[in-house]
């Protein structure tokens, strides 16, 4: 059932980013500029991840290469490696995230503040399910 | 702290891919222990000395700081 899932998740956020972009372009002028740019957002990120998603599991692989690939996504000192590179990488791009929010805020404002927000929010959640899969896999 | 791991492992005449195969874990990890550069958790060490039908204290070697 879990590698069920597993396996449908990158077709299901595929499918979901194509109904996220068409409903963008369908609602149009019906909903607030602001919603439909955070759904055109989600709709590109949930793409990005989706097609990354669909080519990784057509990549075949031999057993032997299969079980050095599982074992180096679970070595202890592989993952201490990503789980450091990813909490600095996490750290320097909130900063300057959180810079561009304010120099936005105070002189653009309006569309562009919202998308930096919904960058900041995407950001934060990315690493906060990143963490919860690293601390699982140790 | 410092290992024994390169030490015992040629003695037995065992490759690093042998140990790595032994312990589930990836050859770079092997070679990183040996060279110091990266210190085992406690359940790679247990492993570890486990492979050799050693103790943990008798590969990892624990050096107290002198203050």
Request: with cysteine; hydrophobic share 50%.
């Amino acid at each position: 059932m879990k590698d069920c899932l597993k396996k449908a998740a990158p077709y299901v956020m595929f499918a979901a980013a194509w109904v996220l972009i068409l409903a963008t372009f369908l609602l149009g002028e019906r909903i607030k500029e602001q919603l439909s740019l955070v759904l055109f957002t989600l709709g590109g990120v949930l793409l990005g991840f989706g097609a990354v998603g669909i080519a990784l599991s057509r990549i075949r692989m031999s057993p032997e290469q299969q079980k050095e690939y599982e074992r180096s996504e679970h070595d202890e000192r592989n993952v201490a490696i990503r789980e450091k590179a990813a909490m600095s990488s996490w750290y320097w791009t909130l900063y300057m995230l959180w810079a561009v929010f304010m120099v936005i805020q105070i002189f653009v404002g309006g569309l562009w503040g919202v998308a930096v927000s919904v960058v900041i929010v995407l950001h934060c959640t990315f690493y906060m399910i990143n963490i919860h899969r690293w601390n699982k896999k140790m | 702290m410092t290992n024994r791991i390169a030490e015992l492992r040629k003695a037995r005449k065992i490759s690093q891919a042998e140990l790595a195969d032994g312990v589930d874990v990836t050859r770079q990890t092997i070679i990183s222990l040996e060279s110091g550069r990266y210190n085992a958790s406690l359940l790679l060490a247990h492993k570890i000395a486990k492979y050799f039908g050693l103790t943990i204290e008798e590969v990892f070697l624990f050096e107290e700081e002198i203050p």
